[in-house]
């Protein structure tokens, strides 16, 4: 009797029911690496989107503010200048005081204070005479007697910032157009 050897060849069957552990490292490789491209992009659209928010708001607020103090400065018959950061403005018979401290707009009339901007870095008035010539001197009473005589003109130089833990500052610097006094007279 003579015995063959029979060799088995592998059964097919079996042989592709599973992956490799190399083909599992690849693919759990090429998974996180897809997994980190999604999040690096979810965490740049956030914080872009939160950085876009602080300047919409800023914009916003620089806007109205401009807006108030445009309107108030073109009606306003008499100013009365309180240091280089204060004014206050003579409207319909009312007394409106803008000022600016401790990094903030206000407007106060009727004895009420209204924050216009917030998160002031540097704030200053220009104020100008009927020739466009700056008036630049506040420094003591008599010179501002003399700019409340001379001012027909006023602009607002000011830089504003806004940040959150997550996005970098964003900052917003804002030059206002020259508001006339229409109803104050000044001669030259």
Same mark, same amino acid.
């Given at each position: $009797?003579?015995? &063959?050897?029979?060799?088995? /060849? ?28 999604? #999040?690096? &992009? ?12 602080? !300047?919409?708001? $800023? ?6 503010? #401009?807006?108030?103090? /445009? ?34 707009? $206000? ?20 104020? !100008? ?8 001197? !506040? ?5 501002? &007697? ?11 130089? #000011? ?8 996005? &970098? ?7 206002? /157009?020259? !508001?006339? $006094? ?7």
């Amino acid at each position: $009797m003579t015995t &063959t050897t029979r060799s088995r /060849a592998p059964d097919s069957r079996h042989r592709g029911r599973g992956f490799t552990l190399v083909e599992v490292l690849i693919g759990a490789t090429l998974g996180s690496f897809i997994l980190l491209g999604v #999040l690096t &992009t979810f965490l740049f659209l956030g914080r872009s989107g939160a950085n876009l928010r602080n !300047y919409s708001d $800023m914009e916003s607020q620089a806007r109205k503010a #401009l807006e108030t103090f /445009a309107e108030d400065t073109r009606q306003a018959s008499a100013v009365t200048w309180a240091s280089a950061t204060s004014v206050t403005l003579v409207v319909n018979t009312a007394n409106i005081t803008y000022a600016y401290a401790s990094g903030n707009f $206000m407007r106060t009339a009727n004895g009420t204070t209204t924050t216009l901007l917030s998160g002031i870095t540097t704030f200053s008035f220009l104020a !100008y005479s009927i020739t466009g010539t700056a008036i630049t001197d !506040y420094s003591s009473a008599t010179a501002l &007697t003399t700019a409340n005589g001379l001012t027909k003109q006023i602009q607002i130089s #000011l830089s504003a910032s806004r940040a959150t833990t997550t996005v &970098t500052t964003a900052s917003n610097i804002v030059l206002s /157009a020259r !508001y006339v $006094m229409r109803n104050k007279h000044v001669t030259a």
